[in-house]
């Protein structure tokens, strides 16, 4: 079992930044992959970024990619998610995943977290 606990999330204008952060508990936290999803109202949960176990490797969405980065630190178990150049349309529940296989399989997510809320006004 792993438990994950999102925080960092909140109302910021268009063009401000956010970072969320996700830490994780119950499993070795090296021996899974993360990720960050979202999830608009009236939308189906997409994916954001991920980042593989040793944290040399990440993925993004083409609509965050140059604009979100996605860490880990390993002293934490906290995965981050830092946010700039935020627009209208990032607005969402943001949750993170676990993932004890590749980051790049987005169906292979199994643990969630409960989700911080992201609120970017125009």
């Known amino acids: 079992q792993v438990q994950l606990v999102e925080s960092g999330g909140g109302l910021v204008q268009a063009g401000g930044s956010l970072r969320l952060s996700c830490e994780a508990s119950?499993?070795?936290?090296?021996?899974?992959?993360m990720g960050w999803f979202r999830q608009a109202p009236g939308k189906e949960r997409e994916f954001v970024a991920a980042?593989?176990?040793?944290?040399?490797?990440?993925k993004y969405a083409d609509s965050v990619k140059g604009r979100f980065t996605i860490s880990r630190d390993y002293a934490k178990n906290t995965v981050y998610l830092q946010m700039n150049s935020l627009k209208p349309e990032d607005t969402a529940v943001y949750y993170c995943?676990?993932?004890?296989?590749?980051?790049?399989?987005?169906?292979?997510?199994?643990?969630w977290g409960q989700g911080t809320q992201v609120t970017v006004s125009s």
């Open positions: 995943a676990t993932n004890g296989g590749s980051f790049q399989n987005l169906n292979e997510y199994d643990y």
């Open positions: 980042i593989s176990q040793s944290g040399r490797l990440t």
């Open positions: 119950g499993r070795t936290f090296s021996s899974y992959a």
